[in-house]
T-cell receptor
Framework: DTGVSQDPRHKITKRGQNVTFRCDPI?????LYWYRQTLGQGPEFLTY????????KSRLLSDRFSAERPKGSFSTLEIQRTEQGDSAMYLC?????????FGPGTRLTVL | AQSVTQPDIHITVSEGASLELRCNYS??????LFWYVQSPGQGLQLLLK??????LVQGIKGFEAEFKRSQSSFNLRKPSVHWSDAAEYFC?????????????FGKGTKLSVIP
């Protein structure tokens, strides 16, 4: 059984640049989540999809952030005009039977 | 709003000693509760979960947790810690009962193990 995968694992970018991350959930899991984790904190919810529909967004998800899941399979998270405060680990999870399975995360560093 | 409190930021134990990590939650309905473990630079691995029924749940790697509704607690325990257990541990509550399907996490407890 293939787990949740995320790409890239690490991203270093300069302030003001746009970045995009990809998440491939476990196949047949129709719910997909994005979380952000900063140093010394637990993961914080960003957004959630059921199939291709984005059903919930956190107030943490500013207008510079956009997420898509166009065919109800993989998902992308884009951050426009990155700021140093965006530096964090971005975690993706897929859900089945009330249990969320997490990917390895994408570590973003904004210089 | 739902919240999870892990009062201990950092705990150090000797290898072979017992371990208890505390977790308290604030939630209006019967919660789904989880413990996850995270090694440095890695994602989260599920240790165990509580949905209903027996309040003492067994997980992987010899961990167990006990749900106490009266104390709003879900503490994680292990009778004998191994050096490989050094990691960060997160307690989480699922908000499905409130119509939201996200997890709310505590801030984590970092476990160090002295050989």
């Amino acid at each position: 059984d293939t787990g949740v995968s995320q790409d890239p694992r690490h991203k270093i970018t300069k302030r003001g640049q746009n970045v995009t991350f990809r998440c491939d959930p476990i196949s047949e899991h129709n719910r997909l989540y994005w979380y952000r984790q900063t140093l010394g904190q637990g993961p914080e919810f960003l957004t959630y999809f059921q199939n291709e529909a984005q059903l919930e967004k956190s107030r943490l998800l500013s207008d510079r952030f956009s997420a898509e899941r166009p065919k109800g399979s993989f998902s992308t998270l884009e951050i426009q005009r990155t700021e140093q405060g965006d530096s964090a680990m971005y975690l993706c999870a897929s859900r089945q039977n009330n249990e969320q399975f997490f990917g390895p995360g994408t570590r973003l560093t904004v210089l | 709003a739902q919240s999870v409190t892990q009062p201990d930021i950092h705990i150090t134990v000797s290898e072979g000693a017992s371990l208890e990590l505390r977790c308290n939650y604030s939630y209006g309905a019967t919660p789904y509760l989880f413990w996850y473990v995270q090694s440095p630079g890695q994602g989260l691995q599920l240790l165990l979960k509580y949905f209903s029924g027996d309040t003492l749940v067994q997980g992987i790697k010899g961990f167990e947790a006990e749900f106490k509704r009266s104390q709003s607690s879900f503490n994680l325990r292990k009778p004998s810690v191994h050096w490989s257990d050094a990691a960060e541990y997160f307690c989480a509550v699922d908000n499905s009962g409130a119509g939201s399907y996200q997890l709310t996490f505590g801030k984590g407890t970092k476990l160090s193990v002295i050989p």
